[in-house]
């Protein structure tokens, strides 16, 4: 590998794009260009407010852009399913999917509504219960369907004993976990297209280290203030060693809507922690195919959604 992925993004007049988290950062950066290149941009958003506020500074940027909002609360499996039945009711194809949406590193363990370790419940099984629940729609727009991993998931693995961390809790590795899972979910999601002839595309992306607010003061999941992590990667992309929030939602952008985003394939900036984007190899804790089909059954399990038959 290790050529430089183009850029350039194609004509998108009458396609539909989901981009989920793009009411801050890496995902309004997404969803703006996907806007600017014709889509109509769907953003589901847990904060109304913040929403609106991100869909209209889309507006400003792009006269004319059709941007809505949907709530969404990746923490709610009954909130994952609401969005599911509004989309169905309407009942349009989605042509891009975005699973861009995260949390990361809360300062003590906290779980979703469902019970769910809230890092690996948000960032993998909300937007897993996502997915499948819009996949007739995926499938009706052979849609294109990015999901947002991290550099994290490059040390990562899956603590099969402990899905949930329970007994034992890690933030670090939890978080590890969550973004492993993102990718391995991914890997399968495009296996299982191409035997079944879904017309599905599934890749992967990672934005290296830019200055987004996972890491920033944030008093609903107990950070007050940013973190010492946050304010160095600050440091770090006003040098020119870490990405800025620009650069680090490219790999995404290309991997959702550019022409050479073939299927199980993964986008990130050519420096791991910043630069232009390009294809990479699989991390290693990524390459097990026997990992990705266990995930998927583990998480129709803890989901209780499945393929319809």
Known sequence: MGRTAHTSIPDLTGKIAVVTGASDGIGTVIAT??????????MPVRSATKGERAAESIRVAVPGAKVTTRALDLSSLQSVSALVNDFSSDGRAIDILVNNAGVMQPPARQVTQDGFELQFGTNHLGHFALTLGLLPLLRKGHARVTHQTSIAARSGTINWDDLNWERSYDVMKAYSQSKLAVALFARELEARSRAGGWGITSNIAHPGVSPTNLLAAQPGLGRPKDSGSRRLIGVLARVGIAGTVDSAAQPGLIAAACSDAGGDQFFGPKR??????TEVDMWKPMSSMDDARRLWEASEQLTGVRLSS
């Open 33 to 42: 260009q996907l806007a600017r290149s014709g889509a109509e941009v769907v």
């Open 272 to 277: 791991l922690i910043g630069g232009p984007p």
